[in-house]
C-alpha cells in the first residue's frame, strides 16, 4: 500500500498562480479597466441623494397613523403625481419633483407611558434647498387631515370638561372654607 503525500507544496501554488496571473493579464487588466470606468461613469451621471430626517413628536398623531399618511406620499410618489402631492404637501411640482423617498423610522428607545409618540421621518432629496418647504409641508400635511382634526377637537372637549370640572371643585372647596 502506498502513503499519499498530503502535504501542499506552497512554492509550487504560488507558482501556478503567478503563472495564471501572467496567462491571462490582459484580460485581468482589460476588466479592470472597464470595471473603473462604469464606475467613474455612473459616479459623475447619477444625481446626487441626500437623506434627511426629521424628529416627530406628537401627542394626537399616532405613528401607526402616520405609516398610512406616509405610505400615500409614497404610492403618489411612485405613481408620479406632481400634481397632488404638490397640493397635499403645499408645494411647487418641481420642488415635489426632487423628491426621491419618503419614509418613517422607529426610535429605538422604549416607549413611555402618557408622553407622546415620537419617530422620525426620512425624506430622500435631490436637493437640499427644498428642505424647509417640505418640511413645513409634511407637518401641514399631518396637521390637516380629518384624524388629527377629531383627535384635536376631541381633546379640546375634553380639557374643557376638565376645567369646568376643577371650577366646580373650587367653587365647593371655596364654599367649604366659608
Do not use: C, H
Amino acid at each position: 500500500m502506498e502513503k499519499k503525500n498530503e502535504e501542499i507544496d506552497f512554492l509550487e501554488l504560488l507558482l501556478k498562480g503567478l503563472n495564471t496571473i501572467k496567462a491571462n493579464f490582459w484580460l485581468i487588466i482589460t476588466f479592470l479597466v472597464l470595471g473603473a470606468a462604469i464606475g467613474f461613469a455612473k459616479f459623475f451621471t447619477e444625481r446626487k441623494v441626500f437623506e434627511n430626517r426629521m424628529l416627530v413628536s406628537s401627542g394626537i398623531l399616532t405613528e401607526a397613523y402616520t405609516e398610512i399618511s406616509i405610505e400615500r406620499i409614497k404610492k403618489n410618489l411612485g405613481e408620479n403625481n406632481k400634481i397632488v402631492l404638490a397640493r397635499d404637501l403645499q408645494l411647487s411640482p418641481e420642488d415635489v419633483a426632487n423628491i426621491r423617498d419618503v419614509r418613517i423610522e422607529e426610535l429605538i428607545e422604549p416607549k413611555v407611558p402618557k408622553e407622546p409618540d415620537r419617530f422620525i421621518i426620512i425624506a430622500e432629496t435631490y436637493s437640499q434647498e427644498i428642505l424647509p418647504d417640505l418640511q413645513r409641508g409634511l407637518i401641514g400635511y399631518f396637521e390637516n387631515n380629518d384624524f388629527v382634526k377629531v383627535r384635536v377637537e376631541q381633546d379640546k372637549k375634553f380639557l374643557k370638561q376638565m376645567i369646568a370640572k376643577m371650577e366646580d371643585e373650587i367653587k365647593d372647596l371655596e364654599a367649604w372654607k366659608v
